[in-house]
RNA sequence: GCGCCUUUAGCUCAGUGGUAGAGCGUUCGAUUCACAUUCGAAAGGCCGUAGGUUCGAUCCCUACAAGGCGCACCA
């Protein structure tokens, strides 16, 4: 009772319920105590599970992580309390190159460089900086309330994970579905190691355009440095201008030599972009690779002018050539400057287009350009895998929250490409597969292969690139419940809810969809579940860079985990990006406050209870018992429905401006008159409404509702006897009590 | 180029085919009685613009404008 005669402190409360029920065992499924079926045949058990989003071990946790621990902690002790078996299984992220990108800048910052360092002491440093991490942020989680099963937690490069990881690799190979070619990569050269499309971020630039005289032809390019590489020149069928050159060859004075090239045509070039006429040069442009693949008969093979760190290399295809000596070495855009000059003067520079604007691809995470190099890697056929994707969307097996992103995942889907998942970093799961050291054939196995089919040699190497991790946590969901014949799984795969931030819908909610799919041949989760990114007060995107990341546990230090999680959800509708604000936790900090006032005037006012005394309930109380079991039904389907920003919203003001200041105040006069019958309905009245409202508000606000349960039950227990309460209260947590 | 979203009170956002809602902020007032992390009251909106459907539109449809975002091989 001390307690209470002082405002609410969370800091007092918190860590210790959290330790409550972290030894009371509820947050795994096994313990709950679910009520038997009453007719085993037509009554199942009820599961409910989510898989969480695994946080990346590299550094800790943001807002965007208590935003996403808020929710899924609400629908799982909302259906935990509805009687479900409810499992949330919690993880930890490898992160792959995400983490090596971190990594290597701490290694920057200390002088070294990961290019320095043996695979084998790479790999260690990083995993013990991912292990350090991955201990505070559990510790984190477990400061916002998550009430998940520690017992499963999983880590992505778990031996169990990396070896089933590897299986679906040798599996998709064996179908077809996974192949190794020879084809453009997004080649970052900081980071040396190629990226997936998704990994390449498009700004605009504007960069002078060349036109530049190749024989009787003008032509426009920004590259101007890739000309060396030059294999054709690409016109338009139809284009009248050069019909006459089409299938001849031209000869062109370059700035090493002379040298004859092809004429061809092909549809993608557009006759209205400058001249008409493009240079064609497979090896460091998208386009023209496409263009030598449909004319592969016509025209020689690519020639690499640039090499993997963004240098021109032209000895190696023009050895004993003085001129190329000139150029060889230079960085790109020195070597298009004096390319340039050099046209210049020999007259073969038409004129340039300053104000040239175009898009060109970025690394994501450096934001250096990257350069298309031609290179093996291994693929993976998208189309069948996005085909099925579809469908399951289609045929309503997975619903999105809120359903816009049906529409734009269906359009990335339709345009999909394949799917480059090898990566030229340590820090990942290794490509299952070894190449002859004799004729480079390639093996795809877990273990070193004896014999080259091909060669028969007998050495080999393993491939040194890992997966994108990606292609690993899109199997995530069904590889954590133990897939293919653990009890997890079969009791709670397909799980019910995903829910992350639309950030990541193509990165992972579209992958884990096409492999689950694939390999399970069922649909991972029933609903997605997309929540926005947290933003400041200005709408901008927190980030490091920007200085404005607001970390939650302060936050959580001075309001409270609950009036935390409360600014996160409240006004806050999936999909659309929260902002963030102080003043917000701010006022939810006062609420619970005022929860625990109204609670302390109930604690006073029952002190001196008769428990002789039957309520008699007046006609007043009575129309307030009708509007709470009114709101109850309207919160239920509202918890039903996902809209967790309408519950928590109405609760709150039903709470405040209903139950406190109009309940209470209107019981106030008959709790001091001299009425004993009335006084003991009052405070039935009051402690029925209040267990009710506790339970609704308990998976928003979890912590200061089972406090005050606890000081609740152990005082009520006789009472509640009349108002139909469970008995052994006192034994209880709200945790499972029955909503 | 293809596509998605937003536009409602000073700010951040809900919402519904039938004369507009919340939180914060603002203004005025109260207050030894659970709570100043309080209570009461008030001001404040042609629900982006123009058409259409409808007995009736902030809500449905079309166009436009402004803003945001995603995808994309135009050199």
Redesign the pocket.
């Known amino acids: 009772m001390d307690k209470f005669n002082k405002?609410?402190?969370p800091k007092e409360t918190e860590e210790k319920i959290y330790k409550i029920w972290e030894k009371s065992g509820y947050f795994n499924p096994d313990n709950l105590p679910v009520a038997k079926p009453k007719n085993s045949k037509t009554k199942k058990i009820k599961n409910f599970c989510i898989i969480m989003p695994p946080p990346n071990a590299n550094g800790s946790l943001h807002l965007g992580h208590a935003l996403m621990l808020a929710l899924e902690d609400i629908m799982i002790r909302y259906k935990r309390m509805s009687g479900f078996k409810t499992l949330w299984l919690p993880g930890a992220d490898h992160a792959g190159f995400e983490t090596q990108v971190v990594y290597e800048k701490k290694l920057e910052k200390e002088g070294r460089s990961r290019f320095q360092i043996s695979r084998e002491q790479l790999w260690q440093e990083i995993w013990d900086f991912t292990q350090a991490n991955k201990a505070t942020m559990e510790n984190q989680i477990r400061r916002l309330g998550a009430s998940c099963d520690w017992s499963r937690e999983k880590f992505t490069l778990d031996n169990d994970i990396i070896s089933k990881t590897q299986d679906t690799f040798i599996q998709m190979y064996d179908e077809g579905l996974v192949y190794r070619g020879k084809r453009l990569v997004n080649w970052c050269i900081k980071h040396q190691t190629g990226l997936s499309?998704?990994e390449?971020?498009?700004e605009e630039r504007k960069d002078p355009l060349y036109y530049i005289k190749y024989g009787p032809i003008t032509?426009?390019?920004?590259?101007l440095e890739t000309k060396f590489g030059d294999t054709a020149i690409?016109v338009h069928p139809k284009d009248e201008r050069y019909k006459k050159f089409v299938g001849k060859e031209i000869e062109i004075e370059t700035l090493i030599g002379k040298t004859k090239i092809k004429v061809i045509a092909d549809n993608?070039?557009?006759?209205?972009?400058?001249t008409?006429a493009?240079?064609v040069t497979p090896a460091h442009?998208?386009?023209d690779f496409?263009i030598w693949q449909r004319h592969k008969d016509e025209i020689s093979a690519p020639i690499e002018v640039i090499d993997q760190f963004g240098k021109m290399n032209l000895i190696e295809h023009f050895p004993n050539n003085e001129e190329v000596k000139k150029y060889h070495g230079l960085k790109i855009l020195e070597a298009r400057k004096i390319i340039a000059e050099e046209m210049e003067k020999r007259g073969l520079l038409f004129k340039v287009d300053n104000e040239y604007k175009?898009?060109?691809?970025l690394c994501y995470k450096c934001s250096n350009i990257l350069e298309p190099r031609l290179m093996p890697q291994w693929f993976v056929k998208m189309e069948p895998l996005a085909k099925e994707a579809v469908n399951a969307v289609k045929k309503n097996e997975i619903k999105f929250i809120p359903e816009?992103?049906k529409?734009?995942y269906f359009?990335?889907l339709k345009?999909i490409?394949d799917w480059n998942i090898s990566r030229q970093i340590v820090w990942g799961i290794q490509i299952p597969a070894w190449f002859c050291e004799n004729c480079n054939e390639a093996v795809v196995s877990k273990k070193k292969p004896l014999e080259c089919k091909k060669c028969r040699h007998k050495d080999f190497y393993q491939d040194p690139d890992v997966f994108d991790t990606w292609f690993s946590s899109g199997q995530w969901p069904f590889f954590v419940l133990g897939y293919p014949d653990a009890k997890n799984y079969k009791n709670f795969y397909p799980t019910s809810v995903m829910e992350t931030g639309w950030d990541i819908l193509?990165f992972w909610v579209a992958r884990m969809i096409m492999l689950g799919l694939y390999k399970t041949k069922k649909a991972p989760f029933q609903y997605v579940y997309l929540h926005g990114l947290v933003?400041d007060?200005d709408?901008k995107k927190m980030s490091k860079s920007k200085g404005n990341v607001i970390d939650p546990l302060g936050i959580v230090n001075e309001y409270g985990a609950d009036a935390l999680r409360m600014a996160l959800i409240i006004?806050?509708?999936p999909g659309?990006?929260?902002?963030f604000s102080e003043?917000?936790v701010?006022?939810y900090?006062?609420f619970?406050?005022?929860i625990w006032?109204?609670t302390?005037?109930i604690l006073?006012n029952s002190e001196d209870f008769n428990e002789n005394i039957k309520p008699k309930f007046s006609a007043l109380d009575k129309k307030r018992f009708k509007e709470l079991a009114d709101l109850k039904k309207e919160i239920t389907k509202l918890m039903e429905s996902y809209?967790f920003?309408?519950a928590a919203?109405k609760l709150?003001?039903y709470f405040?401006?209903t139950f406190?200041?109009?309940i209470?105040?209107e019981n106030?006069s008959r709790l001091?008159g001299e009425n004993k019958n009335d006084r003991a309905a009052a405070q039935a009245l009051l402690v029925t409404i209040f267990n009710d409202l506790i339970k609704m508000l308990h998976p928003f606000m979890p912590f200061i509702t089972e406090e005050i349960y606890g000081h609740l039950s152990i005082k009520d227990k006789p009472r509640r006897r009349g108002v139909g309460a469970p008995t052994e209260a006192s034994e209880k947590l709200l945790i499972i009590e029955k909503w």
């Open positions: 405002p609410y402190d499309d998704l390449v971020k498009h032509l426009a390019t920004v590259r690409a993608a070039v557009d006759p209205d972009f400058g008409g493009v240079k442009d998208p386009t496409e175009h898009n060109v691809g816009r992103f529409k734009i359009h990335w345009n490409r193509f933003r007060q709408k006004g806050n509708t659309n990006d929260p902002v003043d917000k701010r006022g900090r006062n619970a406050n005022k006032q109204a302390r005037f006073i809209k920003y309408t919203e709150y003001h405040w401006h406190a200041d109009k209470i105040e106030k001091n």
